[in-house]
């Protein structure tokens, strides 16, 4: 179990509100608009405002020789993939079921921790894991068969969440001694040139100048996403426990799905709301202080 600091609290909860809100603003900037250019414009962007934060801060931006091989894997897996592959499952499922099976990552991330990376969880854990898979299932409840006759969506998010959850386990690992900032900065320059080809080769015949609704979408997402949020996930997947930082964000998709009833009018039902309790309690699972460890904090008090 692990406690969260108080500068961890308000990223986590800042992260909570962007990534939500997001993915209804998703779904409106890629509805009309081809999606990768919707992505790369969205990078080419937010990547120097990123850069301006970095500069602001007096942040390093040299990575040396010898680590940008393990820095390209960690972009391939936390960064290639994911954004390539889930704004296409965008354009074929709702805003919220996007956000939900997008956020089967932790799930996955658990999995590939305990079965792949020998991650001992302890059975409190466990019952978070199971307590977001079942929450994950209910909120698909009314989508089951929608979602059966569109397998490629489904398929694209599910590939993302995984790929995703693996790149979690590996930027938790990494033993690059630089600035999370520093990766985050050059894991996404990396991913603006890959978007940047993706859409040239796939879509250069459907570029058009964006709407009003399309500009706003591409500008949330540039400022707040590209140009906060990655960097905020990544100093928590950083800083955390896998299971910890992975479960802790497991109120994106509520939001998701509730941002999208409110924006879109998709329509919320009893399981929407079942499981956003569970979602609470598996979060709690994780960030809930232990009975064990808050008599070790009062032993250490008393010994200090």
Same mark, same amino acid.
């Given at each position: 179990?692990?406690?969260?600091?108080?500068?961890?609290?308000?990223?986590?909860?800042?992260?909570?509100?962007?990534?939500?809100?997001?993915?209804?603003?998703?779904?409106?900037?890629?509805?009309?608009?081809?999606?990768?250019?919707?992505?790369?414009?969205?990078?080419?962007?937010?990547?120097?405002?990123?850069?301006?934060?970095?500069?602001?801060?007096?942040?390093?931006?040299?990575?040396?020789?010898?680590?940008?091989?393990?820095?390209?894997?960690?972009?391939?897996?936390?960064?290639?993939?994911?954004?390539?592959?889930?704004?296409?499952?965008?354009?074929?499922?709702?805003?919220?079921?996007?956000?939900?099976?997008?956020?089967?990552?932790?799930?996955?991330?658990?999995?590939?921790?305990?079965?792949?990376?020998?991650?001992?969880?302890?059975?409190?854990?466990? &019952?978070?894991?199971? #307590? %977001?898979?079942?929450?994950?299932?209910?909120? $698909?409840?009314?989508?089951? +068969?929608? =979602? !059966?006759?569109?397998?490629?969506?489904?398929?694209?998010?599910?590939?993302?969440?995984?790929?995703?959850?693996?790149?979690?386990?590996?930027?938790?690992?990494?033993?690059?001694?630089?600035?999370?900032?520093?990766?985050?900065?050059?894991?996404?320059?990396?991913?603006?040139?890959?978007?940047?080809?993706?859409?040239?080769?796939?879509?250069?015949?459907?570029?058009?100048?964006?709407?009003?609704?399309?500009?706003?979408?591409?500008?949330?997402?540039?400022?707040?996403?590209? &140009?906060?949020?990655? #960097? %905020?996930?990544?100093?928590?997947?950083?800083? $955390?426990?896998?299971?910890? +930082?992975? =479960? !802790?964000?497991?109120?994106?998709?509520?939001?998701?799905?509730?941002?999208?009833?409110?924006?879109?009018?998709?329509?919320?039902?009893?399981?929407?709301?079942?499981?956003?309790?569970?979602?609470?309690?598996?979060?709690?699972?994780?960030?809930?202080?232990?009975?064990?460890?808050?008599?070790?904090?009062?032993?250490?008090?008393?010994?200090?």
């Amino acid at each position: 179990m692990h406690s969260l600091t108080t500068r961890q609290w308000v990223l986590l909860v800042l992260l909570t509100l962007v990534w939500g809100l997001n993915w209804p603003v998703l779904k409106l900037g890629v509805t009309g608009f081809p999606p990768l250019t919707f992505r790369m414009l969205c990078l080419l962007i937010g990547t120097p405002i990123l850069g301006l934060g970095l500069l602001a801060m007096k942040v390093p931006f040299r990575v040396p020789r010898q680590y940008w091989r393990e820095l390209l894997v960690l972009a391939i897996f936390n960064m290639f993939i994911w954004h390539a592959l889930i704004i296409l499952a965008v354009q074929y499922l709702s805003s919220g079921r996007s956000a939900i099976l997008g956020y089967t990552m932790p799930i996955f991330s658990a999995l590939i921790g305990a079965f792949i990376f020998q991650n001992q969880l302890s059975k409190r854990a466990w &019952g978070g894991v199971f #307590a %977001a898979a079942l929450g994950v299932l209910l909120l $698909l409840w009314h989508e089951l +068969s929608n =979602l !059966s006759g569109k397998p490629v969506g489904v398929l694209l998010a599910l590939i993302s969440a995984s790929t995703w959850a693996l790149g979690t386990q590996l930027m938790r690992r990494t033993t690059i001694p630089l600035p999370t900032l520093t990766l985050s900065f050059w894991m996404t320059a990396m991913t603006t040139l890959v978007m940047m080809v993706l859409a040239f080769v796939f879509e250069s015949d459907r570029w058009q100048e964006p709407s009003p609704t399309h500009w706003a979408a591409i500008l949330f997402n540039a400022f707040l996403v590209f &140009g906060f949020a990655h #960097a %905020a996930w990544f100093y928590l997947a950083r800083g $955390l426990p896998p299971v910890a +930082s992975t =479960l !802790s964000v497991m109120m994106i998709p509520i939001l998701g799905v509730f941002s999208g009833a409110w924006a879109l009018n998709e329509i919320l039902h009893w399981q929407d709301w079942a499981a956003m309790a569970l979602m609470v309690v598996s979060i709690a699972s994780v960030l809930w202080p232990s009975q064990t460890a808050g008599l070790a904090q009062t032993e250490d008090a008393k010994k200090a």
